[in-house]
Each structure stands twice: as C-alpha cells, then as structure tokens.
C-alpha cells in the first residue's frame, strides 16, 4: 500500500525546462518553496509493532495517523478507510492464532534515494509465533532459571499432606510441567510422575535429565486440551497445574481442564491449580479480557470459577494468594522464583502499577469427591 498526500504543494518544478522570466521575490512564497525542497531532502523509515488486541484498533490508527501527519502525509478518506481494514483484518486474525502475535506497520519511501514530498509506501503485516516459539525463545536468549530455583511451595506442602505410605502407588500428573522445576523433586521422593507439556524445547530437557537420573518419569508431548491426549482415568492421587492457566485464552478451556482432571483423578484424589482471579465486584471489560491473555495473565471471575466446579465433583479445600504462600513458605533463597513473578503473581504484568490491582495469582486445591 503506498499514499501520495494529495494537498500537497506543487512539487519543485524541472527547472531545466518552461523556465519562465517572471521573477519571485516575496519573502513568504520563497520561504514556503525553501521548506518543500526540504522536505523533498527529508527521507522517513520505520516501524510501530503493536500487540494483535483487536479491541485496540481505534487507538492504534489514532496513533498511525498522527505518525502520518507528523510527516507530512495527508492520507486521503479512503486511503485512511483501506488502512483501517487492513489493519482491522491483522489483528482479528493475530489474535486468534495467538495471543503473542504483533502487527507490523513499516514505512519507508517509494525508491531509497527521494524524500517525503514523493509519499510513502506502508506495509501492514503481522507476526504470529505460537507458545511454543516463545518459550523456544526464553530458554535461547534468557540466563538462569527460567521459572525458579525450587518446586512451588504449595506443590510441595499438597505431596507432604498426602503422606502416601508408598508413593510408587500414588502417580503424580504435572500438566504445563515446563522444564520439569516441580516434576523433578517430586519423581526424586519416590512419586511416578507424568508431565505433560506443549513446548518440544522442555519435553527434549526433562527427558534428558530424566533418562541421566533413572527416574520415573513419563514425559508427554502435547496440549492436555487436546482430546486426542490420551490420560489414564481414575488414575491419579494428585494433578497439578502451576502457571499454566494464565496461558488459556477462553472459559471453555478452564472448563474442559478440569473436567479431564477429575475423570483422571481417583476417587479423594487432589487437584491443584493457580489461574488469575479477579477481585469480586470488579468484571473485566473486553477490552481487559483480551489484554490479559496478551499480558499471560488470562482472567477468570469467581463467577466463573463457581460455574466451572459447582459441574463436577470436586469441593474446593483452599483458596490461597500464590503471592502471600509462596513469598512465606519457599527457602529464603529461593524467593522470589524470578524477577518477574512477585509483580505478575499480583497482577501487575498486566497493570502496570505500584498499587494492587483487582487481579491476582491464586493457588486452588480441590478434592475430587
Ligand atoms: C509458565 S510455564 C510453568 C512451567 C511449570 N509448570 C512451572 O511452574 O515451573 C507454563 C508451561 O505450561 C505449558 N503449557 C501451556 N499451555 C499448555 C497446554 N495447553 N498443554 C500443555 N502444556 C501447556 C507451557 O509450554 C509452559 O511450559
């Protein structure tokens, strides 16, 4: 897509030819005509990335716009209209491939050597790297560990209260188990775990060690959303999933993760989770629900939650601040697990602020009755 400004001044004429005698003197028009040859000699390249959140599209031309205009280019109605559309169209189809897509707007002049009085040309696309891509990405580029030095605090206190008297007979599940920060010390006290997860970059060093270390441990590629996992039923005395809601994108999911957990659970077996929740009385609008997902930080109301258990057989035994327990129960050395997690545990990643949002982090364990 490229834009000529149509109310431009005339461009500096070809001086070699109709060369006319008439003389011009006056100081405004000489001044004006000094600008355009400025402008002619000014070149623009760049680009704005912004996150594929459909909701934000308005504000997003908004700021295209004013780029555009600060530059000199005037885009027609509907030059502006067919902007619109393309840029609509990105972020519609960002976003729902996924919540970590980015829309590229690139502008650079029609041919490299002429400045802005000749338009300029825009491209408008997207970038979409999968969940997968992105953890890819953190274990490439980031230094220590990735999500903690140490197992959760909470999952550690649920396997000590279970006190299995042989935890050979008691399998453990760790869905979304990353790169094995919980699965490992629990295989070590004696527990068979299987840990499912999505990304082949964790799948490829949990086996590894496990291999290395001759534990019980069942690594499994894949999304625990997809029916065609296969998960023993009845099977498990603990599931868990730490850190790995905050990644869903619609209430169905949470739904349909912990119906499966409680057809794999035995009978009085538990189920641990953490997901944000929000503060009662505060309804996200849409605008914030998509951002959350953006901000791996996916919202669900007590509302919903209620909905989501009150169809299944499970009563809930705590309903904890992952920040407060964590903070208070892991190794003095071992808190905070990153230097993100105190601020996105509380739901500021998503709300940048120093005060507490109404969004937060919370442990919830349930028994499968
Ligand atoms: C923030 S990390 C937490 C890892 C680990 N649970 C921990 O607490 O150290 C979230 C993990 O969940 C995995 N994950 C997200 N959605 C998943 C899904 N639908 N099925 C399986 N794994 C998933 C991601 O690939 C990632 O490794």
Known sequence: MSAVPPEQPKPVPDVTQN??????????????????????LTAARGELVFPCIPSYKDRYLTQINALLVALGQNFTTKEKQALANIVGKHLEEG?????????????????PTVGLTKGLNINVNSEVPSIEDKYQRWVDTREGSLFGSHADAKVIEVVESIAASDPAKCPIMDIGAGNGRNTFPLAKLGYPVDAIELAPVFVEQMQKIATAEGLNINVIEGNVLDPALKIRPAHYGLIFAAEVIPHFRHINQVELLLARMCDCLRSQGLLLFNLFLTSEGYEPTPMIRELSQVAWSFLVTPAELDAALQKLPLEIIANQSVYDYEKQHLPEKAWPPTNWFPSWSRGRDLFPTDRQPPVSLRWLLCRRT
């Open 19 to 40: 060369l006319s005698d008439q003389a011009i003197d006056d100081p405004d028009a000489l001044d004006k005509l000094a600008r355009l040859k400025v402008k002619s």
């Open 95 to 111: 976003f729902a491939k996924s919540p970590y897509a980015r829309l590229v707007f690139r502008y650079m002049p029609p041919t």
